[in-house]
C-alpha cells in the first residue's frame, strides 16, 4: 500500500481505521496497519502555498494497474474523503501521487532489538 501523508491547516475528523480500509480497498492491497502507513500532520503554524485546506502526497509502487485513470480517481477519492473530514465540500484539496520502481527501494520495520 502507498504511504499517504495529509497535511493540513486544520484536525480532520474521520474514522482512521475505516479510512484505512476504504483505501485499502480501492489501492487493491491487504488491509494490515502495518502494509498501509497514514501518516497526519497539521500545520497551523505553516502557510502552504498555493493555498488548499490540505495536501495529501501519495508514494506507490508502479504497477501496470495504476494508470493515469486509475489514479486519477484515487485522487478524487481523496478529496472527498478529506471534504467529509473538513464538513466543507468546496475545500481545496491538492493531491500528489508519486509512482516509483520497487527493485530500487528497500523497507524494513525494526523492533526493539536489532
Known amino acids: 500500500m502507498p504511504l499517504l501523508k495529509f497535511f493540513s491547516r486544520a484536525p480532520l475528523r474521520m474514522d482512521?481505521?475505516?479510512v484505512h480500509l476504504q483505501?485499502?480497498?480501492s489501492w487493491n492491497v491487504p488491509a494490515e496497519l502495518n502494509t498501509t502507513p497514514?501518516?497526519?500532520v497539521f500545520t497551523t503554524q505553516a502557510e502552504m502555498y498555493p493555498s488548499a485546506a490540505c495536501f495529501i502526497d501519495v508514494r506507490a509502487k508502479a504497477k501496470p494497474e495504476r494508470t493515469p485513470a486509475y489514479l486519477e480517481e484515487r485522487m478524487k477519492e481523496l478529496t472527498e474523503i478529506v471534504r467529509q473530514a473538513t464538513g466543507n465540500p468546496s475545500d481545496t484539496v491538492r493531491?500528489?501521487?508519486?509512482?516509483?520502481?520497487p527493485s530500487l527501494s528497500y523497507s524494513?520495520?525494526?523492533d526493539a532489538e536489532l
Open 16 to 18: 482512521v481505521a475505516a
Open 23 to 25: 483505501l485499502s480497498k
Open 38 to 40: 497514514l501518516q497526519f
Open 95 to 101: 493531491v500528489r501521487i508519486e509512482l516509483f520502481d
Open 108 to 110: 524494513k520495520c525494526f
